[in-house]
């Protein structure tokens, strides 16, 4: 397997943080700008493994190991393997799990924190270029010990003791662009 060298800087985090636990001190619900919904942490454990290239077409397997950050995981392992295209699913299990809701009349994403240790049921997601660089976009289903689930947009979460990542890269390229009307990257297709 092949290691993943990765060395994020905390600070924006940090900031994003603090105001995320201010928010919450203060009893009113955090919301984050999607310029800010960035990766954020360390994934110092990260491996990957080409599993098949059948065309063009590239199958690998990403293995998270316990106190790898998923978000920056998937956004390094993306700018390592320079993928214009691609898409991915997840299980596992994960711990400070922070979800997004996107409220279109904020152009933000409220911040939904999930405490504690927790399956992850479902984590789907894609990549495409903008700006000339590979963006990830995430989903996640968490379950908790109860059985009940919580879902939304991916912000930040740790792998506890593991998340076992199969990604699909395709031999094209998808662009996203900034739209006004959301405030949101979405996908361009090429005519």
């Keep these: 397997m092949k290691p993943l060298f990765l060395a994020v800087s905390t600070f924006g985090f940090a900031a994003v943080s603090l105001a995320v636990s201010a928010a919450h001190a203060a009893g009113k619900a955090p919301y984050v700008p999607p310029e800010k ?74 911040v939904n924190p999930v405490q504690g240790q927790v399956e992850a049921l479902s984590v789907i997601g894609d990549v495409g270029m903008a700006s000339g660089a590979p963006v990830v976009h995430a989903h996640v289903v968490v379950g908790a010990e109860d059985g009940t689930t919580r879902g939304g947009h991916l912000l930040h979460a740790v792998a506890s003791p593991t998340l076992e990542v199969f990604v699909v890269e395709e031999p094209a390229e998808l662009r996203k662009e900034h739209d006004q009307d959301s405030g949101l990257t979405l996908f361009e297709p090429a005519p």
């Design 37 to 110: 919904a960035t990766p954020h942490g360390e994934a110092p454990h990260a491996r990957s493994q080409l599993l098949s290239d059948v065309n063009g077409r590239r199958t690998y397997a990403l293995i998270l190991k316990s106190g790898d950050e998923v978000f920056t995981a998937l956004s390094q392992f993306a700018r390592e393997h320079q993928l214009r295209a691609a898409h991915f699913t997840a299980i596992g299990a994960l711990r400070d799990v922070e979800l997004g809701w996107y409220d279109l009349g904020r152009r933000a994403y409220k």
